[in-house]
């Protein structure tokens, strides 16, 4: 009898330690814990824009679509700021994500400017557009082609210019998560 039991509690314990070890192998894989959900869109990170004469110029991202809100891109939340100054003049903007459309490694964001230095720029909106390139990334704003964002008079959202600014060297990480609607 006694031998019984020793090999009916040998079994026991085999069978214990091969259900904990499978179980802890499914949770380190991400198995037994609940995964977050992927967002439909995103736009994160900050960057300095290369210019010759020395610009300091800085934008960052902080924008997303819910998983949720996929077929609406204008559901889109988040901030995003820049600004631009050289020799000791120029200004900084931060404005309320109102769109966000991505697609493949390339995002566009609008938003309204909600607090600034440069008059007349507050309740504007803008658009930016970022290509994800790794260490190479590339920018363009809503403003290039009429030279300051307070002059962008009625923008829809989700408009930029094409991605024409070179990101500083060391720089970059900005990140884009593509959107992908069921069309």
Do not use: N
């Not at 992927?38 to 900050?46: N, P, S, V, W, Y």
């Not at 800085?58 to 998983?67: C, Q, V």
């Not at 900084?92 to 994500?97: L, S, Y």
């Amino acid at each position: 009898m006694k031998r019984r039991t020793k090999i009916a509690a040998v079994t026991l314990t085999a069978a214990l330690l091969i259900t904990a070890g499978t179980a802890g192998a499914a949770l380190a894989s991400g198995g037994g814990a609940p995964r977050p959900e992927r967002e439909a869109a995103a736009l994160t990170g900050t960057a300095k824009l290369y210019r010759s004469a020395g610009d300091d110029i800085t934008f960052s991202f902080d924008a997303h679509l819910a998983k949720k809100d996929t077929v609406d891109p204008r559901k889109a939340t988040g901030t995003f700021e820049f600004s631009h100054y050289l020799h000791g003049q120029g200004a900084w903007a931060k404005a309320k994500v109102d769109c966000l459309v991505t697609g493949g490694p390339v995002a566009v964001v609008s938003g309204v400017i909600t607090a600034s230095d440069l008059p007349g720029a507050k309740g504007k909106r803008v658009g930016v557009t970022v290509h994800d390139l790794g260490r190479h990334d590339r920018l363009g704003y809503s403003w290039a082609g009429v030279g300051s964002p307070r002059d962008t008079k009625d923008l829809p959202p989700c408009v930029s210019s094409a991605p024409f600014e070179k990101v500083k060297q060391g720089t970059g990480d900005f990140k884009v998560v593509p959107w992908q609607p069921k069309l």
